[in-house]
């Protein structure tokens, strides 16, 4: 399904500034809709004559029953067979119709359906309340609230008091107020719904209603007496998010602490009209329970870094006394070993320092790929023997347990490859690539290349044998070694193929 942004280019011809600003309205229609009762849906017009509308948005309230069982975003409808939106865009005022099935149109003497028109599928009849969407002087879309025609029941004080608010909401997005132009700090909070608490503020931040949820969330601040008729600040709440609020004329946030282990998320919209703030709405969660589990996932990944950051300085430290051992050792090969040895361990090192630096199991390969070259290049580049390690392509961000034994592999590889390069000098070529499907590691040298009739499984030494264990057993992939290519048989180029996980990676 496209975006809102994709389905108005495509379809319509809305300029960039009224895309944005649909989209605001999009990103915030989540209260009104719940206030309202109802469905609410985008109408935009494929072009200036208005003689078609697709519908760019729908949003379902989580207060009562929808009247849309299927997506409606961008079906299309004339304005023949909805003169309420064309009529909307036209005069830019509200109105109110009435949709109704077959079997209602053909029934007469009904003067409450204003309009002779049906949609394909309905059962019964609809109430169309068309909201004009404003944008300095001029209407650029219609908004609809859709519902069932209500029935003759009672209705609570918080039902009749959010209808109102509806209807301000109803009243800003038609004078071009909503949806707001800000909104303190979007997307780092859990956004409390109006199911979760509502409070209403007159111009002088006064109390005129409090829901029960939103008592409640009050309560467990500790304020118990009576809210009504007195400002949050009187109460003994910091009501510095309603200040902010009414002054800016932007939607605000805070979150509000009672001792070790309650939090309670407080956003303050406020509500204007003729250019005049005249009160504000707050929503209220207690999302104690949340910022509890919050703080014990900190606590739970501070310790995985703290556990690789040990690991990390024991696996320096057996490294350290591996190259001090090197240096006691009179045998060139034995030392070599014990160098190589070295090298192994540092390369798992450095993807646990990474790890301990992040927060998620996650590891920028490319940054460790630098790494590990810099330390084979400082290890074996010497002046009668210069040493240059091209690196092209990237990895990416992988899992810390794919990592691992990829690095360790890199290392075995070029530490290989500069072993048969020519004696002279070592050039050493590593390429990586990544698609969705799987990783590709090549390295090639410029040596002696590939001896005849050579197989892993029965020449490979002890680097080969690491890499296949890690690469084949390990991460599922393959390894292959041969010539730099047919015509040019000079260098050995080793690639190295593991397929990317697509699965979720196990926790802890």
Known sequence: MASLSELARARTGLDEAVIAHLQRLVATWALPCDLSF????????????????????HVRSATGATVHQ???????????????????????????????????????????????????????????????????????????????????????????????????YATMITQ?????????????????????????????????????????????????????????????????????????????????????????????????EDGRATGALVVLRDVSEIRSRDRLLMSKDTTIREIHHRVKNNLQTIQALLRLQSRRLESVEARSAVEQSARRIESIAIV???????????????????????MVEEGFDSPDRPLRVEVDGSLGQLAGDVAMPLAVALTELVQNAVDHAAPRGAEVAVALRSSRKELF?????????????????????LGLTIVRTFVVHDLGGTISIGPANDTQPRGAVVDVRVPRRSGPLPLG
């Open 38 to 57: 109802a469905d609410l849906l985008l109408y935009a017009p494929l072009d200036a004559s208005a003689s078609e509308f697709v519908v760019l948005g």
């Open 70 to 168: 299927g997506d409606p975003v961008s079906e299309c409808v004339s304005a023949v067979a909805r003169p309420g939106l064309a009529r909307c865009l036209r005069e830019g005022r509200r109105s109110e119709s009435i949709l109704a099935a077959p079997d209602e149109v053909s029934s007469a003497g009904d003067d409450t359906v204003e309009e002779d028109v049906f949609l394909p599928g309905l059962i019964g009849r609809l109430v169309i309340d068309h909201v004009p969407v404003r944008m300095g002087d001029r209407v650029v879309a219609v908004l609809t609230r859709e519902s069932e025609p209500g029935l003759i029941r009672y209705r609570s004080a918080s039902e009749t008091v959010y209808r109102r608010l509806w209807e301000r």
């Open 176 to 272: 071009g107020t909503f949806p707001l132009a800000t909104q303190e700090r979007e997307g780092e909070f859990r956004e409390p719904r109006v199911g979760d608490g509502v409070i209403v503020l007159d111009r002088e931040r006064h109390v005129e209603f409090a829901s029960p949820n939103a008592l409640s969330a009050l309560h467990r601040l500790g304020v118990r007496a009576n809210v009504e008729g007195r400002t949050l600040g009187d109460a003994g709440i910091d009501d510095g998010v309603v200040r902010r609020a009414l002054a800016k004329r932007n939607s605000t946030v805070a979150e509000l602490e009672h001792g070790d282990d309650l939090t309670v998320v407080v956003r303050c919209h406020p509500l204007v």
């Open 352 to 374: 646990h320092e990474t790890l301990s630096t992040n927060a998620t199991d996650v590891v920028d390969f490319d940054d460790v790929v630098t790494r590990v070259v810099r």
């Open 441 to 461: 590691m090549r390295v090639e040298n410029g040596g002696a290349g590939v001896p005849d009739g050579f197989s892993l499984d029965r020449d490979a030494g």
